[in-house]
């Protein structure tokens, strides 16, 4: 079944750490997306690929870096996790820019809590 | 700047009572406006595309529709499932695919 799969689901993790979050999309879609969502408010675009080698910071400025290498997986990476990045973290994929197939599907989430 | 207001912000309704919920948009060409809806610790699940104005979109109770400067989610006789965040969003003709939300409405249905 086509889909889009987040790992992991929930992370509590150290000031000071290293952490990558994995984002993968069985669709074959060329587009990829990462979104911050803090509770009760509005998702923030943070980084966003249009192919293979194609990566470009969103509209939320982020310390956050991704990485494009494979169409279907799109990780985003903290090289040193602090307490203001806890957040939920959303990543989506779409078809295309252009009608149809310019909806975008959103994988689970991350929960990412930073102690 | 692209902007989208939802309100209200909050909404309880009775199983049954209709309502319906107001996403208000300013954008540099609409190139699509989207609804969808989000259970609590969960990503979003897409419902709708509308593109141009009088369009509308059905499925099970709810319907969307889009004007030049709103788009609205009818919510007929709803159930307690109906119960979650929708969630408005806008792409521009100049925007590429990027898509600009708003804060949401979250609704609550009571048995």
């Known amino acids: 079944e086509a889909d889009i799969y987040q790992t992991p689901r929930y992370l509590v993790i150290g000031t000071g750490k290293k952490i990558t979050l994995e984002c993968s999309q069985t669709?074959?879609?060329?587009?990829m997306y990462w979104y911050q969502q803090d509770p009760g408010m509005e998702l923030h675009l943070i980084h966003y690929s249009y192919g293979v080698n194609s990566t470009e910071k969103g509209d939320l400025s982020s310390e956050s870096t991704v990485s494009r290498i494979r169409t279907e997986h799109f990780p985003l990476t903290l090289e040193s996790a602090r307490p203001s990045h806890t957040s939920q973290y959303l990543c989506?994929?779409?078809?295309?820019?252009?009608?149809?197939?310019?909806?975008?599907?959103f994988g689970p989430g991350t929960r990412l809590t930073v102690l | 700047e692209d902007q989208v207001t939802q309100s209200p912000e909050a909404l309880r309704l009775q199983e049954g009572e209709s309502s319906s919920l107001n996403c208000s948009y300013t954008?540099?060409?609409?190139?699509?406006l989207f609804w969808y809806r989000q259970d609590p610790g969960k990503g979003p699940e897409f419902l709708f595309t509308?593109?141009?104005a009088g369009e509308e979109k059905e499925k099970e109770r709810l319907k969307a529709t889009l004007t030049k400067k709103e788009s609205f989610l009818h919510i007929t006789a709803p159930k307690p499932e109906d119960s979650a965040t929708y969630l408005c969003?806008?792409?521009?003709?100049?925007?590429?695919?990027?898509?600009?939300f708003g804060e949401g409405t979250q609704l609550t249905v009571n048995p």
């Open positions: 669709m074959g879609h060329d587009k």
């Open positions: 989506a994929s779409s078809e295309s820019e252009w009608a149809p197939g310019n909806e975008q599907f």
């Open positions: 954008v540099s060409g609409l190139r699509g």
């Open positions: 509308l593109y141009s």
């Open positions: 969003a806008v792409q521009a003709k100049t925007s590429g695919s990027r898509l600009t």
